[in-house]
């Protein structure tokens, strides 16, 4: 019988730094083997939520579940131990060492004589690679990777203690075209094993390339939540650059002139405010 426990339930989370609240009153359910995008403008919460999962800060209110019962994540070893593995955007290895040796950094495998185990450690590196169907050489030194083989490395060491959720912070960051489709690929790889993972992304198209469900962020809030195969790129936008519903009539911007051509005062006002926020377009 297929568990409908949600993998992890976030109630009222709320997180303040001194005089700034930055999340409130934040609701959000992961099920089992989904993919939640989390998207929003610079400053709408993202990374916050993603590091009080991770259990880098602890919520100021509020409470997580895991599993069913509520948890208090103290830090990251903490979330491991509870099936909780992330991978930020500052990811850093040892640049003299080898890809095996940064996967099993602090974590070293060693024989009954208490030896480093390099074999060991090559041939299980092997096959954490060997899951995302990477061709990286584990014997290969770190420094002569490129950043998308560094960011599979980076998933790859999350995949050592067998996690049931995975965090990731704008894994396509910075990557090309190529290497993107290469980190997407590997997402839908972890969603195939039975794994959840929640990534924090700026990049519209890769999200609505490999989320099952988005979760948009303003100001500290999640104002929504779609199934992505039910929404739009437009309505995404929108909600994220916090334009209102065009039959609300509540924007005096909607009675500005549109751009030639243009019809749809909604899509035009997205265009205006797209503009002057600096979003993708």
Known sequence: MKDTTPLLEIRDVSMRFEFVEALKS???????????????????????????????????????????????ISDIRNANALGIASVFQDNEFCENLSVAANLFLGKELRTNYGIRDENSMHVRARAVLNTL???IQVSRPISSL???????????KTLLNNP??????????????????????????????????????HDLPDVFAIADRIAVLR??????????????YEQILAEIAGIPNVDDHEDTDLERPLPHGDCNPRRGLIKRRTEQSGLPA
Request: aromatic share 2%.
């Open 26 to 72: 934040v609701n959000l359910t992961i099920g089992h083997q989904e993919v939640v995008a989390l998207v929003g403008d610079n400053g709408a919460g993202k990374s916050t939520l993603v590091k009080i999962i991770a259990g880098l800060y602890q919520p100021s209110t509020g409470s997580l579940r895991v599993r069913g019962q509520e948890t208090r």
């Open 133 to 135: 169907s990477s061709s």
């Open 146 to 156: 490129s950043m998308g083989q560094r960011r599979t490395v980076a998933i790859a």
């Open 164 to 201: 049931d959720l995975i965090l990731l912070d704008e894994p396509t960051d910075s990557l090309s075209i190529i290497q993107t489709a290469e980190v997407l690929e590997y997402i839908r790889r972890l969603r195939a094993e039975g794994r959840s993972v929640v990534m924090v992304c």
């Open 219 to 232: 100001q500290g809030w999640i104002i929504a939540v779609h199934n992505a195969s039910e929404t739009s």
